[in-house]
């Protein structure tokens, strides 16, 4: 809770070998996770949320005057490219109004499973109410490819840690929400677990009409490292990766007035410190 320890952190950061060129070269566009926000698994409960957010925006150069210094959470969109080729990204704030997770209890829990089990609550939220408002209003922006930051895993539901099925009426608001606006093209990039892994949600009444894909890729510094058994997820493609990794995601444009061809193919991939590809799928994007 302290904010000089934040900002030295983040310090920390800014001057590491590795970071500091990437930072040169790319823009990023960054959530926030547990330890990014302040506290391990917090949630609205953290009493420094608004201070970390203004420290969380000094470090990535967000304006003194914007607007974002002014809403309550991280969340925002940024769309990139031109008509017929546009990528929308869409950033979620699972943190700042998220309510407190329901925990096992010591002679309940099992071991490896996890400190924590679903909430039934329905007034239960992840995104409180003006993120949920405001994720409407931009699905029915103008996209071709939206990919959507969730700091927790969006498709596994069988484990005991954070993720979006511990508010299952959130998760299930979250895949109404995409299935309403009619936008198509949404995937999921998510991390937080220490491992990666790439999942496939089905196309259902209750999903979207097309599948969804999450890609977990964590993380660059303190992935687990060691072989562990494979962790339940029935919605996993391939294998879970323990060791340093990260993600990419490519986007191939096809250039074609014939329907038959899809508006872009896409590549999802998690690769390891060598860069070398450990797991990957591949998406037709369609163009309608």
């Known amino acids: 809770e302290d904010m000089a320890e934040m900002r030295a ?11 500091a060129p990437l930072r040169r070269a790319v823009p990023i566009i960054a959530v926030w996770d547990d330890h990014d926000y302040g506290v391990n698994d917090g949630g609205r409960e953290y009493p420094r949320r ?20 002014q809403q309550e959470g991280i969340y925002r969109a940024i769309t990139c490219g031109p008509p017929g080729s546009r990528v929308q990204f869409i950033c979620l704030d699972s943190r700042y109004h998220r309510s407190p997770l329901k925990a096992v209890t010591l002679t309940d829990r099992v071991k490896g499973q996890g400190p924590y089990v679903p909430d039934p609550d329905p007034a ?37 840690f954070e993720k979006w099925e511990n508010f299952p009426a959130e998760r299930a608001r979250l895949f109404k929400t995409i299935r309403q606006s009619g936008a198509m093209g949404v995937m999921f990039v998510s991390g937080d677990r220490h491992a990666a892994e790439i999942s496939r949600i089905p196309a259902g009444d209750e999903t979207a009409g097309y599948p969804l894909y999450d890609l977990t890729a964590s993380s660059l510094n303190q992935a687990i490292g060691r072989s562990e058994p494979q962790e339940p997820n029935r919605f996993r493609v391939g294998d879970r990766y323990h060791g340093t990794n990260f993600g990419t995601i490519e986007i191939d444009w096809k250039e074609s007035a014939n329907r038959q061809v899809p508006l872009a193919a896409v590549t999802l991939a998690i690769r390891d410190e060598q860069g070398a590809v450990v797991e990957s799928v591949a998406i037709d994007i369609p163009k309608e």
């Open 9 to 19: 952190k983040y310090d920390t950061l800014a001057a590491n070998p590795g970071f």
């Open 50 to 69: 608004r201070e970390s957010q203004q420290v969380f925006y000094d470090f990535f150069d967000v304006s003194a005057d914007s607007p974002l210094r």
């Open 124 to 160: 239960a939220t992840i995104l409180g109410a003006e993120q949920w408002a405001w994720l409407a209003e931009v699905l029915e922006e103008p996209a071709e490819i939206r990919i959507v930051l969730s700091s927790i895993q969006v498709a596994a539901t069988e484990h005991g």
